[in-house]
């Protein structure tokens, strides 16, 4: 896959969580992957995740949580991807989400939540079936 027709991956830890080893060993994976991947940091807005994200021409968008904010974060980000008819980026997240709301997430458009055990490359197979790249 050449440059031009990378897959591009905005990777974020919105709010206040601080443990961000498990982010980095995913970006790690998607980059070594192939795929053209933007880390934003620890600390992050919904409005800097979504400002990243079409700044970068991202074609999805990977959430880590582990607060246990996800319900409100992963929301967030859904409406402000929908206000800036950005609703073609891909969402998708992990962390320590609860089995029980990720129905929920994915009735509010969250294409795929990675609970703690998925391994990389299921998290790599899945963003190259789901993800389309940009050209």
Known sequence: MDAVSRIRVVIAKPGLDGHDRGVKIVARALRDAGMEVVYTGLHQTPEQVVRTAIQEDAAAVGLSILSGAHMTLFAKVIELLKEQDAEDIVVFGGGIIPEADIPE?????????????????????????AVPARV
């Not at 009735?107 to 963003?127: C, K, L, S």
């Open 105 to 129: 997430l994915e009735a509010m458009g969250v294409a795929r939540i990675f609970t703690p055990g998925a391994t990389t490359q299921e998290i790599v197979d899945w963003v190259r079936g």
